[in-house]
C-alpha cells in the first residue's frame, strides 16, 4: 500500500512563479524525502528532511514536515522551464534505533509543468 | 563516476519468458534495491540488499528473484514473465546509514506481450 498521498496530482504554472507540493503520510516516520524525475529518467534525490525538523531549505526549495498533521510540502520558488518534471514524497518509517536499508516508501507523484 | 547503470534500457518479453535485469553500482554502496513504477502506482519496492549475500523481500516480490554476489552488482531476475510485469524497474544504491538519499539507474522498461 502507498505510505504517501500527494497533492496535486498535476500543477500548471508560468516561469517565475512559485510551485507547492503537498504529501501526507500515515506511519511515523525517520525522514521525509524528496525526489525529481525527468521524462524517461530515474529519480534524483532533491532534500531529506529528519523527524525532529520542521522546516529544511536547499536553494530554491524550501520543505516543510508537520509530524502531527503528519503532512509535508514542497515548495520551489521562482520556477524555471527547467523545473518542469514529476516529483515524489519518500517516507522511511524506520522506527528509532533501527536500520532502513534504504527501504523508502513513495507517494504516487505530482506532474509539475512550468511554461516559459 | 557512472552511479547507477541499468541495462538493458527497453525489453520486450513473450509470457512465459524468463529474463534478468541487470543493475551495477560503482559507489560502493552497501545497500541496493529493485523498484516498479506503474501509471498512478508511484514506485513500489520489490527486493532489496544490505549486503554481498544478503537479500530481503519488499512489497511485491512474487514472480521475481535475486541475489547479491557482489557489492557492486544486484540483478533481478523474472522467473517466468506475467502481463501484469509490464512497468517500469529502478535499481538504487545507497549508503549505510539512517540518512541517506536513495541513488537511481535510469530504469529499464519491461512489457510483456
Known amino acids: 500500500s502507498q505510505q504517501g498521498e500527494e497533492d496535486p496530482q498535476a500543477l500548471s504554472i508560468q516561469e517565475g512563479e512559485n510551485a507547492t507540493m503537498n504529501c501526507s503520510y500515515k506511519?511515523?516516520?525517520?525522514?521525509l524525502q524528496w525526489y525529481r524525475q525527468n521524462s524517461g529518467r530515474g529519480l534524483v534525490h532533491l532534500i531529506l528532511?529528519?523527524?525532529?525538523?520542521r522546516e529544511k531549505h536547499s536553494g530554491r526549495l524550501r520543505v516543510t514536515l508537520d509530524t502531527s498533521k503528519k503532512s509535508s510540502s514542497l515548495l520551489i520558488t521562482a520556477s524555471r522551464a527547467a523545473d518542469t518534471a514529476s516529483y515524489f514524497c519518500a517516507t522511511d518509517a524506520t522506527l528509532a534505533g533501527g536500520t532502513s536499508y534504504g527501504k523508502l516508501t513513495f507517494g504516487q507523484g505530482t506532474i509539475l509543468t512550468v511554461h516559459p | 563516476n557512472a552511479g547507477v547503470t541499468q541495462t538493458p534500457k527497453f525489453q520486450v518479453l513473450k509470457t512465459g519468458q524468463s529474463m534478468t535485469l541487470q543493475c551495477a553500482q560503482d559507489?560502493?554502496?552497501?545497500?541496493m534495491s529493485w523498484y516498479r513504477q506503474d501509471p498512478g502506482m508511484g514506485l513500489r519496492l520489490i527486493h532489496y540488499s544490505v549486503g554481498a549475500g544478503i537479500t530481503d523481500q519488499g512489497e511485491v516480490p512474487n514472480g521475481y528473484n535475486v541475489s547479491r554476489s557482489t557489492t557492486e552488482d544486484f540483478p533481478l531476475r523474472l522467473l517466468s514473465a506475467a502481463p501484469s510485469q509490464t512497468s517500469v524497474y529502478f535499481c538504487?544504491?545507497?549508503?549505510?546509514?539512517?540518512?541517506?538519499?536513495?541513488?537511481f539507474g535510469n530504469g529499464t522498461r519491461l512489457t510483456v506481450t
Open positions: 506511519t511515523s516516520i525517520n525522514n
Open positions: 538504487a544504491s545507497s549508503r549505510r546509514g539512517r540518512y541517506s538519499p536513495l541513488h
Open positions: 559507489m560502493n554502496h552497501e545497500y
Open positions: 528532511i529528519r523527524s525532529n525538523e
